[in-house]
């Protein structure tokens, strides 16, 4: 962040929860000397400054303020807005003798600039062109009551685009979940230290635009171990093992993709070309034999093997260094049988093993193999979490980060529970988070895709956790290139594939 710019839209790496957030504020205040009124002013200078950014030519505006710092907050920038003079309102929320005595300065502030303020009424309309959301902050947990739930129904119902101060009322900064209803912003700007759920679950719907300004006093966020950390492309990238000039295709690793039942060849077959194009030197598809022939043609680099069992898919498992199944696998017996020789094979030998799709549902029913292993990747999505789990969906998606860590803790290895911020969970360490990828990735075969390019990885050396954080980076910042270039509707899972190879092949430096 330059000293020009009080924000930027480079996010860090660190994710706090809610406590360790008022322990950043304390440290500032405490450690750092810096007073709770001057952190609240950084913090409404840096709002104003991104709003004169954002909308350069707004005149008018309504600045929703609860009774906390998060208000005090809004306080401010409704002085510096009344200061420039755009017509600003506050709708006040909570008891104003209960304010905190910086959030009354800020208040304080706002009158001597000569802003309007009136109490919130279920029926007012909202004047203005842009709407500031400044009633709870991280306080927000569990369903909101009365005037404040009120107060998010009249903001949503309205026309104009929101901006919210450090987390948009109701989404929970530990969890990224929504008890019943949350301000859907068009920008936040979070302050001091990026809150977790803000980038997984309801989180990426609900803030828009993600902005982060530390007030002066990064140096706290140093001092405390994050609750999780934000993946980025290049600080794992750096982990794929560069190629001697005598390289080999043997020393790149050989995946076999296993799966592709009656009519889902196609499953299979963008799995291996995914595995292929991120760098593995061989690789291979056992599948239904009527798959072998379609499979060849869209890929004749690929070796392709028609089983018609378990038993003919055994002797073919000698050859691989690494072990993808699940893609197009389906529910039949041929299915059990081939997952079944799969697990043995690959605890028999110790073969790194990526689990996705039907072969999840078929672990989660125990019929094909029982216990935790450390030498495999599972890719559950929410849905197949809620059947290893034995519970809803729903109780998934109310903390997406207990999900991960329960299915860790219970199958052992390491967990990619995908979904809006994909969670890395290794057990050992924080657990990573991949703010990448977008709602046109929403549709069939990305999951394919991304299993292949995990066994891509894992088969060129990396260590399975190493592969997990590489490769949702790599899968998601793909699907963004694709839209980017394509436009979300519409986007399918084969239109990855190009930009896989240019993310394993950074430019060169010279």
């Known amino acids: 962040m330059s000293a020009a710019c009080l924000f930027t839209s480079t996010l860090p790496t660190a994710l706090f929860n809610a406590d360790q957030l008022k322990q950043l504020d304390q440290m500032a205040s405490n450690d750092l000397g810096v007073p709770g009124i001057r952190l609240m002013k950084r913090a409404g200078r840096a709002a104003f400054e991104l709003i004169q950014q954002r909308w350069p030519e707004l005149e008018s505006m309504t600045v929703f303020c609860g009774a906390g710092n998060n208000g005090g907050d809004g306080y401010v920038v409704a002085a510096l807005a009344a200061q420039k003079r755009i017509l600003v309102n506050v709708v ?46 991280i306080g927000s947990n569990g369903p909101l009551r009365g005037d404040y739930a009120a107060a998010v129904a009249q903001i949503n119902e309205a026309q104009p685009p929101v901006l919210a101060l450090d987390i948009p009322t109701g989404l929970c ?48 966020a140093t001092r405390l171990v994050a609750d999780a950390q934000r993946l980025t492309l290049e600080q794992w990238q750096q982990l794929l093992p560069s190629r001697p000039g005598d390289a080999h295709k043997g020393l790149f690793g050989h995946v076999m993709v296993v799966g592709g039942d009656l009519g889902y060849g196609g499953a299979a077959a963008m799995a291996a070309e995914a595995a292929a194009r991120v760098g593995s030197g ?5 599948t239904r034999a009527e798959h072998v022939a379609g499979v060849l043609a869209r890929h004749p680099e690929l070796m392709v093997a028609g089983v018609a069992s378990g ?12 072990l993808v199944v699940g893609p197009g696998l389906g529910r039949s017996s041929w299915s059990e049988q081939v997952l079944k020789q799969v697990c043995d094979a690959s605890e028999a030998r110790n073969l790194p093993l990526i689990m996705d799709a039907d072969a999840l549902n078929i672990l989660a029913e125990g019929r094909v193999i029982n216990g935790s292993r450390e030498h495999w990747i599972l890719t559950p999505h929410p849905g197949e979490a809620a059947r290893l789990l034995d519970c809803s969906v729903a109780e998934i998606e109310q903390n997406r980060f207990a999900a991960a860590e329960e ?34 990735m929403a549709t069939a075969g990305m999951g394919d895709v991304l299993s292949g390019v995990l066994g891509g990885l894992v088969a060129q050396g990396m260590a399975l956790a190493d592969a997990a954080r590489l490769g949702v980076c790599i ?36």
């Open 407 to 440: 299915l860790q803790a219970s199958y052992g290895g390491t967990v990619i529970l995908k979904g809006a911020g994909s969670l890395v969970c290794c057990g050992n360490g924080v657990i990573g988070l991949a703010n990448v990828g977008n709602p046109g």
């Open 282 to 286: 061989l690789v291979s598809v056992a």
């Open 173 to 220: 900064a530990d969890t990224g979940a929504v008890a019943a209803q949350g301000v859907y912003a068009s920008a936040t700007i979070s302050f001091i230290g990026m809150k977790k759920g803000q980038l997984t679950g309801r989180g990426p719907a609900l803030c828009g635009d993600l902005y982060y300004a530390d007030l002066a006093v990064a140096e706290v």
């Open 92 to 137: 006040q929320l909570g008891n104003e003798e209960k304010m905190s005595a910086d959030a009354q300065a800020a208040y304080q502030f706002a009158r001597q600039e000569g802003v309007i303020m009136a109490p919130f009424t279920e029926h007012g309309a909202i004047e203005g062109e842009l709407i500031v959301d400044a009633l709870l902050g």
């Open 311 to 322: 038993q003919q898919l055994e002797p073919l498992l000698d050859r691989p260094t690494v």
């Open 475 to 510: 899968h998601g910042i793909a699907g963004d290139k694709a839209a980017a270039e394509l436009g979300q509707r519409g986007l399918m899972a084969t239109d990855l594939i190009p930009h896989l190879q240019r993310l394993v092949n950074p430019e060169p430096k010279f």
